[in-house]
Structures are given as C-alpha cells and as structure tokens.
C-alpha cells in the first residue's frame, strides 16, 4: 500500500489550491483519511479528517478556508485551501487508515508529503 500525495507548489496569500492523495496498491478498504501539516521548526499537526462516509472535522486555524472530501471510486483524498496565508506554509502529508488484508486489523499509513508556500 502507497500513499501518493501532490499538488503542492507556491501560491500567493489569498490564492487558492488543491493537494490530492491517491492510496494504491492492493487493499481491501480505506477507513478515515487525514491531512496533517508541518510548517518549519515546528511539530505535525492535525488539519482535517474525513471518514469513510464523507463526515468531516477541521482544526479551528483551517475552519472556513479549507475543505476536505474523498472520492471513495479513485482512492483519493483532497484538500481544497482558499484564503491562503502565510502561516499556511507547510508541507502537506496524508494518512490514512487501511485494511490490506481481510481478517488483519487496519494500519495507517503515510504519504510523503507535498510543500505548500504562501508568499505575502
């Protein structure tokens, strides 16, 4: 199983951009799947979930700017971040519950992340 995230780049303050997440490989489900940030210096932090069935949940710093969804059909995950800022800048990882086998309990699993730049 692979996490493949992208869509990262430099971005303007107030721009918009979307990172995407694609799991392959040979699984049986993907459960909940999240975004974390990592800006400089400083440690990972949650952004957004999502489960499996399209619920959502957001940190306060991302609330009304950013949104999560997943399409279940391709195995992907996306983040949508409007009203960027410069304390947006980060890199970007995803993770995700999956269920490589039947009868195995689930794992997470991380993508390598994509650096996001917010200039002012």
């Known amino acids: 199983v692979q996490l493949q995230a992208y869509g990262g780049g430099l971005v303007q303050a107030g721009g918009s951009l979307r990172l995407s997440c694609a799991a392959s490989?040979?699984?049986?489900?993907?459960?909940?799947m999240v975004w974390f940030r990592q800006a400089p210096g400083k440690e990972r932090v949650l952004v957004a979930t999502i489960t499996r069935d399209g619920s959502t949940n957001y940190a306060d710093f991302v609330k009304g700017r950013f949104t999560i969804s997943r399409d279940n059909a391709e195995n992907t995950v996306y983040l949508q971040m409007k009203s960027r800022k410069p304390e947006d800048t980060a890199v970007y990882y995803c993770?995700?519950?999956?269920?490589?086998?039947?009868?195995?309990?689930?794992?997470?699993?991380w993508g390598q992340g994509t650096l996001v730049t917010v200039s002012s």
């Open positions: 993770n995700a519950n999956i269920r490589a086998h039947w009868g195995r309990a689930s794992s997470h699993y």
């Open positions: 490989g040979t699984f049986v489900s993907i459960y909940d």
